[in-house]
């Protein structure tokens, strides 16, 4: 492939990293130390001698004068700055600080062991003192320095923290170069991290950029990163009309318009679409251009043009004119002649087994396996770890053409050892799979199900991980805001305790004041008495009213906390089901549908028919668990409409027992209804269809075989009851009150083993609460359980509490 390295994009892109001490300059003003460098010793030795104002700016320039040359004392004066500005309570002064810090850290990473640890701790202290949208100048250079840090150790961190970075540029308008610089090196790093949308997304804006600056020639390296990002995602056409623009561009300022290289990159997307004859024709146009080249010796260019040769042979190949492909190989063996070094030798190999592949299509099988014995003694010569990964894989696939299994499967097993020494986890989930597919082909059916399952169990681990990439942004952002919301608890702890010493100075002058005034109205006359009294009172009130206040905070910041810790623990339930409970069924039906579409024939009927149970069973529990999670997520985020009405609930329970009773009759459960009247209920229809179901699903969940279910319904007052009672398992007492908190983590297995995730209860609870009604469950462990919910029966019914309808019930009982 045409590689992205061959335009000048990776040079461009270091250029950019080069100017961060010129950005960090005009964000942060002078790095140099305006000290002379002969007044060093004397500021040293007589710093103490000044005032702290002054001190401060002395070792300011201290630590500026030594960053480069004597790491300790820079830091350890920033850190007497640092502490100056603390007990001063100067806000900025501390963030500076921090940041200088995590400057000089970041400055030394090669000398200072754990300095990227320590810059990032002072970048984060540097954050957490910023407040809101003020200093959004240090914000953003803090995320821009985090964001290098980061560069080369994980660049995913890094572009996390580039974009926001970036964000803040757009939002209050810097110049151009910010946005462009940071648009390049977010397009750089999910280029190393194959991110090709975001590749994309962040060309395009440094290609918008360029149009605003009349930089249009500029543009070449971002249009053909473009291009090949859409090559890799397989959008050939989206590729081709970049890389045409890029051609406009190139003719226009006549920047080597039609080079070797961009016209063999037409060809290979043309090869990938199927047009062969297009691919042929750039092919050709490609070489040509590279034989008139005149700076190369004899024998580079003779190996350049033999690849060439190459290439065209395989799109005869694919073409299925096997003779002219031969020739073509046989021009390229022409060119490599006698030569021995290593890179000849190994594209003969290559040559070789793709002629040899050619004369098995021509049925000439003999001719066939005697050319993939001069491929097979060049690579005993040279040795298999000489060759790359995609070299192997395309052996392997040649020697499955010609039958010959064993030398295949040596060659992928060669392959998926070259991509876990290079730790490519995509290469060798691929060529774990097309050893599944050899294994298949040649009937190893018990080495072909184990390398599938392999194959399966790398698939979710990516696809884990995958998910992950996805929650990193999401986990930085949660935990920047964990520590603001810290930040701010502390600030607010702060700001009480102060008001209380306040409180205390004030009641002790106010104290000392009134002694005075007695000492003063013992001496003179009635009248300064009763003043003095008068004082006193209005100052206790006032010290009452600020009490009051104090204790008006305090249990601000204690729901404050409540709220956040229920946001995390929601948070943390949602990621759970997702990560876990909805992948399971979803690889449960992939693998069993694999195992039909595989091995239908090798399968009786009664095998055929389990699977078949197995995937309709499983797809209606994810559909329910999808169901109940979109609910529960709505439900949380406050955006599910609460349309109540007067409704017939006797006709909702019976529209839901009647869609129940499939799953009830596979375990022989009866279910005895025993609502017939049309009561009228004013609540939500969806949200009360809702309740009913997942309360009678979890009863036929538990219930054993044999079993009954029963549904009844009471009036007490102005409050419908309806009760759903099983004879199943029943509920531990330990389990009762923890049925319906989300911080619980509740979820046992059916009669017959269902799966659950406690999912369904917190959504019953959360819509009955809605609808202004209660529930509860009440249980006998080993003998069953009953569970109630009541709703209102008008608009204006006044609530009757539980423990008043369980002395209602209990009485008609």
């Given at each position: 492939?045409?590689?992205?390295?061959?335009?000048?994009h990776?040079?461009?892109?270091?250029i950019?990293?080069l100017?961060?001490?010129f950005?960090?300059?005009?964000?942060?003003g002078?790095?140099?130390?305006?000290?002379?460098?002969?007044?060093?010793?004397y500021?040293?030795?007589?710093i103490?001698?000044?005032p702290?104002?002054?001190?401060?700016?002395?070792l300011?320039d201290?630590?500026?004068?030594?960053?480069?040359?004597?790491?300790?004392k820079?830091?350890?004066?920033?850190?007497?700055v640092?502490?100056?500005?603390?007990?001063?309570?100067?806000?900025l002064k501390?963030?500076?600080s921090?940041?200088r810090?995590?400057?000089?850290f970041q400055?030394?990473?090669?000398?200072?062991?754990?300095?990227?640890?320590s810059?990032?701790?002072?970048?984060?202290?540097?954050?957490i003192?910023?407040?809101?949208?003020?200093?959004?100048?240090?914000?953003?250079?803090t995320?821009?320095?985090?964001?290098?840090l980061?560069?080369?150790v994980?660049?995913?961190?890094?572009?996390?923290?580039y974009?926001k970075?970036?964000?803040?540029?757009?939002?209050?308008?810097y110049?151009?170069?910010?946005?462009?610089?940071?648009?390049?090196?977010?397009?750089?790093?999910?280029?190393?991290?194959n991110?090709y949308q975001?590749?994309i997304?962040?060309?395009?804006?440094?290609?918008?950029?360029?149009?605003?600056?009349?930089?249009?020639?500029?543009?070449?390296?971002?249009?053909n990163y473009?291009?090949n990002?859409?090559f890799?995602m397989?959008?050939y056409?989206?590729?081709?009309?970049?890389?045409?623009?890029?051609?406009?561009?190139r003719?226009k300022y006549?920047?080597?318009?039609?080079?070797d290289?961009?016209?063999?990159?037409?060809?290979?997307?043309y090869?990938?679409?199927?047009?062969?004859?297009k691919?042929?024709?750039?092919?050709?146009?490609?070489?040509?251009?590279f034989?008139n080249?005149?700076?190369?010796?004899?024998?580079?260019?003779?190996?350049?043009?033999?690849q060439y040769?190459?290439?065209?042979g395989?799109?005869?190949?694919?073409?299925?004119n096997?003779n002219?492909?031969?020739?073509?190989?046989?021009?390229?063996?022409?060119l490599?002649?006698?030569?021995?070094?290593?890179a000849s030798?190994k594209?003969?190999?290559i040559i070789?087994?793709?002629?040899?592949l050619?004369?098995?299509?021509?049925?000439?099988v003999?001719?066939?396996?005697?050319?993939?014995?001069?491929?097979?003694?060049?690579i005993?010569?040279?040795?298999?770890d000489?060759y790359?990964?995609?070299?192997?894989?395309?052996?392997?696939?040649?020697?499955?053409?010609?039958?010959?299994?064993e030398?295949?499967e040596?060659?992928?097993?060669?392959?998926?050892?070259?991509?876990?020494?290079e730790?490519?986890?995509?290469d060798?989930?691929?060529?774990?799979?097309?050893?599944?597919?050899?294994?298949k082909?040649f009937?190893?059916f018990?080495?072909?199900?184990?390398?599938y399952q392999?194959?399966?169990n790398?698939?979710?681990s990516l696809?884990?991980?995958?998910?992950?990439?996805?929650?990193?942004e999401?986990q930085?952002?949660?935990?920047?805001?964990?520590?603001?919301?810290?930040?701010?608890?502390?600030?607010?702890?702060n700001?009480?305790?102060?008001?209380?010493a306040?409180?205390?100075?004030?009641?002790?002058?106010?104290?000392?004041?009134?002694?005075l005034?007695v000492?003063v109205?013992?001496?003179?006359?009635f009248y300064f008495?009763k003043?003095?009294?008068n004082v006193?009172?209005?100052?206790n009130?006032t010290?009452?009213?600020?009490?009051?206040r104090?204790?008006?905070l305090?249990?601000n910041?204690?729901?404050?906390?409540?709220?956040?810790?229920h946001?995390?623990t929601?948070?943390?339930?949602?990621?759970s089901?997702?990560?876990?409970?909805?992948?399971?069924?979803?690889?449960?039906?992939?693998f069993?549908?694999?195992l039909?579409l595989?091995?239908?024939?090798?399968?009786?009927d009664?095998?055929?028919?389990?699977?078949?149970?197995?995937?309709?069973?499983?797809?209606?529990?994810?559909?329910?668990?999808?169901?109940n999670?979109?609910?529960?997520?709505?439900a949380?985020?406050?955006?599910?409409?609460?349309?109540?009405?007067?409704?017939?609930?006797?006709?909702?329970?019976k529209?839901?027992?009647?869609?129940?009773?499939?799953?009830?009759?596979?375990?022989?459960?009866?279910?005895?209804?025993?609502?017939?009247?049309p009561y009228k209920?004013?609540?939500?229809?969806?949200?009360?269809?809702?309740?009913?179901?997942?309360?009678?699903?979890?009863?036929?969940?538990?219930?054993?075989?044999?079993g009954?279910?029963?549904?009844s319904?009471?009036?007490?007052?102005?409050?419908?009851i309806?009760e759903?009672k099983d004879?199943g398992?029943?509920?531990?007492e330990?389990?009762?009150?923890?049925?319906?908190?989300?911080?619980?983590q509740?979820?046992?297995?059916?009669?017959?083993?269902e799966?659950?995730?406690?999912?369904g209860?917190?959504?019953?609870k959360?819509?009955?609460n809605?609808?202004?009604?209660?529930?509860?469950?009440?249980?006998i462990y080993?003998?069953?359980?009953?569970?109630?919910?009541?709703?209102p029966m008008n608009?204006?019914?006044k609530?009757?509490?539980?423990?008043?309808i369980q002395?209602?019930?209990?009485?008609?009982?």
């Amino acid at each position: 492939m045409f590689g992205m390295d061959n335009i000048n994009h990776i040079k461009l892109t270091k250029i950019y990293f080069l100017l961060i001490p010129f950005f960090i300059i005009l964000l942060n003003g002078k790095l140099s130390s305006s000290i002379p460098s002969d007044s060093i010793d004397y500021y040293e030795q007589n710093i103490n001698k000044f005032p702290t104002n002054l001190k401060i700016d002395i070792l300011t320039d201290l630590s500026q004068y030594y960053s480069k040359i004597d790491t300790k004392k820079a830091t350890n004066f920033l850190y007497q700055v640092l502490n100056y500005s603390v007990q001063s309570k100067d806000t900025l002064k501390i963030i500076k600080s921090e940041f200088r810090i995590g400057f000089i850290f970041q400055l030394n990473l090669s000398t200072i062991q754990h300095s990227i640890d320590s810059a990032r701790t002072h970048y984060f202290n540097a954050l957490i003192n910023l407040d809101g949208k003020e200093n959004l100048d240090y914000r953003f250079k803090t995320y821009l320095q985090l964001g290098d840090l980061y560069r080369d150790v994980n660049p995913q961190s890094a572009q996390v923290y580039y974009e926001k970075a970036l964000k803040i540029a757009e939002d209050i308008n810097y110049d151009y170069d910010y946005l462009l610089f940071l648009s390049q090196r977010i397009a750089f790093l999910n280029l190393k991290l194959n991110r090709y949308q975001k590749v994309i997304l962040h060309s395009l804006k440094v290609v918008e950029l360029y149009s605003i600056m009349n930089l249009e020639k500029e543009k070449i390296s971002y249009l053909n990163y473009i291009g090949n990002s859409y090559f890799q995602m397989g959008k050939y056409e989206k590729a081709l009309n970049y890389y045409f623009q890029e051609l406009e561009l190139r003719r226009k300022y006549n920047i080597n318009p039609l080079n070797d290289d961009f016209l063999d990159q037409l060809a290979k997307v043309y090869t990938a679409m199927g047009q062969f004859d297009k691919a042929l024709d750039y092919h050709r146009r490609a070489l040509s251009i590279f034989e008139n080249q005149k700076n190369l010796d004899s024998k580079s260019k003779k190996s350049i043009i033999a690849q060439y040769y190459l290439k065209i042979g395989l799109v005869y190949y694919m073409k299925n004119n096997y003779n002219k492909s031969l020739d073509y190989y046989n021009q390229a063996l022409d060119l490599i002649g006698n030569a021995n070094d290593e890179a000849s030798l190994k594209g003969k190999s290559i040559i070789y087994n793709n002629m040899a592949l050619n004369y098995k299509s021509l049925g000439s099988v003999e001719k066939s396996l005697d050319i993939i014995k001069k491929s097979e003694a060049i690579i005993n010569k040279i040795g298999l770890d000489n060759y790359e990964f995609y070299t192997l894989t395309s052996f392997s696939e040649i020697y499955s053409k010609l039958n010959k299994f064993e030398e295949a499967e040596k060659y992928l097993l060669k392959a998926i050892e070259i991509a876990k020494k290079e730790e490519n986890s995509n290469d060798e989930k691929n060529s774990i799979y097309l050893l599944y597919e050899l294994y298949k082909k040649f009937n190893r059916f018990e080495s072909a199900l184990n390398t599938y399952q392999n194959f399966k169990n790398m698939s979710d681990s990516l696809i884990n991980l995958e998910m992950t990439d996805k929650l990193v942004e999401f986990q930085t952002v949660y935990e920047m805001e964990k520590r603001n919301q810290e930040n701010e608890a502390l600030k607010t702890a702060n700001r009480l305790q102060r008001e209380k010493a306040e409180l205390e100075r004030q009641s002790f002058i106010l104290t000392s004041l009134f002694s005075l005034l007695v000492i003063v109205v013992l001496m003179v006359l009635f009248y300064f008495r009763k003043r003095a009294t008068n004082v006193l009172v209005v100052s206790n009130i006032t010290i009452e009213g600020q009490n009051a206040r104090l204790l008006e905070l305090n249990e601000n910041l204690r729901k404050s906390e409540s709220t956040l810790r229920h946001s995390n623990t929601t948070k943390d339930k949602f990621i759970s089901i997702i990560a876990h409970d909805l992948k399971n069924p979803m690889h449960s039906i992939g693998f069993s549908a694999d195992l039909m579409l595989n091995y239908f024939d090798n399968l009786n009927d009664d095998k055929k028919k389990d699977h078949l149970k197995g995937i309709y069973k499983t797809s209606n529990h994810a559909y329910d668990l999808l169901e109940n999670l979109l609910h529960w997520a709505m439900a949380q985020s406050k955006s599910m409409n609460y349309e109540p009405d007067d409704i017939n609930v006797g006709e909702i329970i019976k529209d839901v027992v009647d869609l129940s009773f499939g799953s009830a009759e596979n375990k022989n459960v009866g279910i005895i209804n025993n609502i017939n009247t049309p009561y009228k209920v004013y609540a939500d229809r969806n949200m009360i269809e809702t309740v009913v179901r997942n309360l009678l699903s979890n009863s036929i969940k538990f219930s054993n075989e044999n079993g009954t279910i029963e549904l009844s319904f009471y009036i007490v007052n102005e409050y419908a009851i309806i009760e759903i009672k099983d004879n199943g398992i029943g509920i531990p007492e330990k389990s009762l009150e923890k049925l319906f908190k989300i911080e619980e983590q509740i979820s046992t297995p059916g009669t017959m083993k269902e799966s659950g995730t406690g999912l369904g209860l917190l959504l019953c609870k959360e819509f009955v609460n809605i609808n202004r009604g209660d529930i509860w469950v009440e249980s006998i462990y080993g003998q069953g359980a009953t569970f109630k919910f009541t709703v209102p029966m008008n608009k204006n019914a006044k609530f009757v509490s539980k423990e008043e309808i369980q002395q209602t019930l209990k009485g008609l009982n």
